[in-house]
Every structure is written in C-alpha cells, then in structure tokens.
C-alpha cells in the first residue's frame, strides 16, 4: 500500500514564475491538506481540500491555490513566485476532513526560488 | 488562536541519556496533541499522540502525557539511541485537521 506521494522531488524557480506541486494521498484517504515548511521552521497549513473544493485556508495570499481531482489527488498552484516562497511543501491526506488522527504525511517537494 | 511553543534546541546528547523535550500549548477548546519525527530529508512521520486530558500516547519508547492543568505535552524518553536523531515537532489539532506545529527541536546523539 503505497503511501503518500509527491512531485516533484526538488524544484527550481526564478522570481515571478508559476509552479504546480502534485500530491496523491494514501490509499484510502479522500482529504488533502498542504502545508509549507520554512528551512529551520514547524509546517505551516495553507489549505485543504475535501469533495474537490476548498474547505479551509491558512493564512496565506491568493497567489496559492489548488485543486482536488475525482480520484483526491490535489494540485497546489503557487503564481507570482517570491523568494520567501522557497520551501517544503508537505502533503497530507487523512480520512475526512474532520480527522486529523489519519493525516498521513508525504516526503514533500522542495521549491526553491532564485 | 491556537499555538505551541516547543523548546528550541539543538538538544544533544549520549546515547542512553535521559530525553525530554518540552512543549506547552494554547488552544480555545479541546485539542487532539501530536509529536511528529522528521528524519533528514524526509517528510513527517507520527510519533505519538493524545486525544483527551490525562491520556498518554507511547510509540517506540517515547512517551507523552496530555496535561490540560499545565498545558502541557512532553516528550521523554528513558535511554535515547543514536537511530533517534532527528527533529521533533509537537503539534495540535482542533478537530479541523488545521494542525499547529511548534518550530521543531532538533535532537543529536551521539555514540
């Protein structure tokens, strides 16, 4: 049973790009939620996604948004690329929304902005 | 709203030490609590947890008690080993799956 996976692995971008993460949850799981993870830094939540709409948001701008397809896997979407935006993006599913005692982390994709 | 405060570190130690590693929190209602491993260059992985005042979560010898008149949640661990080097978050969660993390305490030891 393969966990939660994430792509890319690393990623490189320059000031003002786009960038696209993947993520597919745990099988089993219907709920992802992503979060950014500062160098030296606890994982802050950005959002999460359940029944293919947004069901909450942290506090972060509108230039992250995503998406969750029929088969749960998710996108996070990031425009505008800012040099702050270099980080660790997990990935988490868990059964629900409401059930954080399931959230599965993934390894997480590495993004950094140049 | 709801945060943690986890001791900061580096915390460094020989192996077969005593381990604790503090972690206190603020919440508006009853929060599940977490402690989260991450070994280098990989995602977090569940340690342990505790859904209600007064439970304690055990995993791999750590351990951790949910103490609601302290707020409090503590790691310890009786006699670390090298394999343990790693960073440890505590984490809450208000049911809403919106998890808090503290900044990570990075745990080194050595043989």
């Known amino acids: 049973d393969a966990g939660v996976t994430q792509s890319p692995t690393h990623l490189i971008k320059t000031r003002g790009q786009q960038v696209t993460l993947r993520c597919s949850p745990k099988?089993?799981?219907?709920?992802v939620s992503w979060y950014q993870q500062a160098l030296g830094q606890g994982p802050q939540f950005i959002f999460q996604?359940?029944?293919?709409?947004?069901?909450q948001r942290g506090n972060f701008p509108d230039r992250f948004s995503g998406h969750q397809f029929p088969n749960y896997s998710s996108e996070l979407n990031v425009n505008a690329l800012l040099l702050g935006d270099s980080a660790l993006y997990l990935c988490?599913?868990?059964?629900?929304?409401?059930?954080?005692?399931?959230?599965?982390f993934g390894p997480g994709t590495r993004l950094t902005v140049l | 709203g709801d945060s943690v405060t986890q001791m900061e570190g580096p915390v460094t130690l020989s192996e077969e030490a005593f381990l604790t590693i503090n972690c206190t929190y603020t919440?508006?209602?009853?929060?599940?609590l977490f402690w989260y491993v991450q070994y280098p260059g990989e995602g977090l992985q569940l340690l342990l947890k505790?859904?209600?005042?007064?439970d304690k979560g055990s995993n791999k010898g750590f351990e951790a008690t949910y103490r609601k008149e302290t707020t409090s949640f503590h790691l310890e661990k009786g006699s670390v080993q090298v394999s343990d080097s790693a960073v440890y978050f505590c984490?809450?969660?208000?049911?809403?799956?919106?998890?808090?993390f503290g900044a990570g305490t990075r745990l080194t030891v050595k043989p």
């Open positions: 988490a599913s868990s059964v629900g929304p409401l059930d954080a005692d399931t959230q599965y």
């Open positions: 099988s089993g799981h219907d709920t």
């Open positions: 996604y359940y029944e293919e709409e947004e069901r």
């Open positions: 919440a508006t209602g009853y929060p599940s």
């Open positions: 505790a859904t209600k005042a007064d």
């Open positions: 984490a809450l969660s208000a049911n809403n799956n919106d998890m808090r």
